[in-house]
């Protein structure tokens, strides 16, 4: 499945930022569970939030929830994460990802496919 995604940007700190990621493959994005993870400069690639294929269910990063809410439209094959309250610690390039499995993505928080990064930065 190729994965793109976009809409980052240049925020202040406490503005929002809304990312979208499309979904592009022979069948819908309603057979993957869909997640974003966060790479800040310097540091690891980490998880910030996911859903199962209904978007029943949905999982966080201790240090996102509250403020990013993750959403998909399967009509639509896309998924989005809607940021809230942006710190200058949001700062990093958010690559969208997808996993068959909903327990994989969003309990051991890994994934079978990724998309590129979009990059957010947010000023204080």
């Known amino acids: 499945v190729q994965l793109q995604a976009s809409g980052g940007g240049l925020v202040q700190a406490g503005g929002s930022l809304r990312l979208s990621c499309a979904a592009a493959?022979?069948?819908?994005?309603?057979?993957?569970?869909m997640g974003w993870f966060r790479q800040a400069p310097g540091k690891e690639r980490d998880f910030v939030a996911a859903?199962?294929?209904?978007?029943?269910?949905?999982y966080y990063a201790d240090s996102v929830r509250g403020r990013f809410t993750i959403s998909r439209d399967n009509g639509k094959n896309t998924v989005y994460l809607q940021m809230n309250i942006l710190k200058p610690e949001d700062t990093a390039v958010y690559y969208c990802?997808?996993?068959?499995?909903?327990?994989?993505?969003?309990?051991?928080?890994?994934?079978?496919?990724w998309g590129q990064g979009t990059l957010v930065t947010v000023s204080s």
């Open positions: 859903t199962n294929m209904s978007g029943g269910s949905t």
């Open positions: 493959s022979g069948r819908t994005n309603s057979v993957y569970a």
């Open positions: 990802a997808a996993a068959e499995s909903s327990y994989t993505l969003g309990y051991e928080h890994r994934a079978d496919y």
